[in-house]
């Protein structure tokens, strides 16, 4: 990108062009008026020609010499030569004859700086009347003076007045320039906020404004992230900690003191436990790491999914009642195994929940350009004030059950991926899970309506 001197490169181009006019300007205007002055000198020069012949007789010509001197122009006579006699001896003859006068301005030529017309009398008279154009030299040399005064006049005008006119011009630039650096110094919440986006400096003003803002926002989004990371690591590290010291400490017992049964049978049950517990602490710390990855986007049928899903569960739980329904196509693009992973946890939470001979509802629809997966059980519920908090990560409502408060996080981050959303409803009995993702997932505002519990 170039980046030479906005302000001088204006100036020069107005200045240039204002130069070519001015050129242009005198030397049309010059050589129109040194035209005009020519063919009023040529037209002074035959109107003298004119005059002369009307006289018929160079005799006569003394009376038009003074009126023409006025006029600068000169008149050279040359008088008839006398025709010698015959060879028989006879007298003089009569003058022979002249022929006719040359027609006015046909023979008006120019020498230098002479205009001359030539001129026969009917007497025979031969005249040369000329006319000086040194007049007009001066005449027209005057007059390129005064206008290249003027002109030089003008361009210092001109450029005062464009140093003027290009600093109020730019006058907005240099508020973006002001701006910038407030904004670098600093003040991160200034904005331009053009009046017009529809001009060259509205349309730049408008697209530094939404600049800041993508940029305010990535900082904003940067340590949020940053934040949730240190949480992250310092929450992981936490529940890391609690197994691994556990099976530690059941191992070093089994080692150093090799106990008898059934002391060594609990032992070798609580590493076994402990072991399974950091087995599957590890794989949900795995599963919320790979969601930073892009997922997969082919076809996928919900129905198809949670078909096995319920199956399973009902073997789980043989004496509770699991029933699905699903009404249209269900069908989304994602990730299958994302999309099989969330519609999982809704089902083994459903099932920790419920008692016995408990009721789990999973229903399927389409509506409004949205799939929609209902979960419902008749379980103790949750209430309202943590409805937001469960989907944090590692909180659990109930302590004494199994898990470490990842799964509903990271299937809230998996329907966010999809352009979707996860929510726990109100409801008078039970919990009631709402996975609604879309069938054309897209980066525009659907995902917001999705959000904010609009279809």
Request: glycine fraction near 8%; charge should be neutral.
């Amino acid at each position: 990108m170039k980046t030479g001197s906005l302000r001088a490169r204006v100036i020069l181009t107005a200045l240039a062009l204002l130069a070519i006019v001015l050129v242009v300007v005198v030397t049309a205007v010059t050589l129109a008026y040194r035209a005009k002055l020519d063919g009023d000198l040529r037209s002074r020069l035959a109107n003298a020609g004119a005059a002369v012949e009307r006289l018929g007789s160079g005799r006569a010509l003394k009376l038009l010499l003074p009126g023409l001197a006025l006029e600068g122009i000169a008149v050279r006579a040359e008088p008839a030569a006398a025709h010698p006699p015959t060879g028989n001896g006879a007298s003089a003859a009569a003058p022979a004859k002249v022929g006719s006068p040359a027609k006015l301005g046909a023979t008006i030529q120019a020498h230098g700086s002479l205009l001359i017309l030539d001129e026969a009398l009917p007497d025979g008279t031969r005249l040369s009347i000329s006319a000086s154009r040194a007049s007009i030299d001066r005449a027209v040399t005057n007059l390129l003076f005064v206008e290249l005064v003027v002109a030089a006049a003008a361009l210092v005008l001109a450029t005062l007045l464009v140093l003027q006119g290009t600093r109020t011009a730019l006058r907005p630039l240099s508020a973006v320039i002001e701006t910038a650096t407030r904004i670098a110094h600093g003040d991160s919440k200034l904005r331009l906020r053009p009046s017009r986006t529809d001009t060259e400096l509205g349309s730049l003003a408008a697209a530094f404004d939404k600049m800041l803002d993508a940029l305010e926002a990535a900082i904003e989004e940067a340590r949020a992230s940053d934040t949730a990371t240190r949480h992250f690591l310092a929450d992981a590290s936490h529940e890391l900690r609690t197994p691994i010291a556990a099976l530690q400490a059941s191992v070093e017992t089994l080692l150093r003191e090799q106990p008898e049964r059934p002391e060594r049978d609990r032992l070798e049950a609580a590493v076994a436990r402990d072991s399974e517990r950091l087995g599957r602490l590890i794989d949900d710390l795995l599963g919320l790491a790979r969601l930073e990855a892009r997922p997969t986007r082919t076809p996928v049928d919900l129905a198809s999914i949670a078909r096995p899903l319920v199956d399973e569960a009902q073997a789980r739980a043989r004496q509770a009642t699991i029933t699905l329904s699903a009404s249209g196509d269900t069908t989304v693009r994602g990730d299958p195994d994302a999309l099989e992973r969330v519609l999982r946890n809704l089902l083994d939470n459903a099932v920790a929940a419920i008692g016995p001979a408990g009721r789990i509802d999973v229903q399927l629809r389409q509506l409004n350009g949205y799939v929609q997966a209902h979960v419902t059980d008749d379980g103790p519920g949750v209430p309202e004030q943590q409805r937001e908090q469960i989907f944090e990560r590692f909180v659990r409502l109930d302590q004494n059950k199994p898990g470490h408060g990842l799964g509903l996080a990271i299937a809230r981050r998996i329907a966010h991926q999809h352009q979707g959303e996860l929510t726990c409803d109100p409801t008078s009995n039970g919990a009631s899970f709402t996975l609604r993702l879309p069938t054309e997932p897209d980066l525009s505002g659907r995902a917001q309506r999705a959000r904010t519990g609009t279809a």
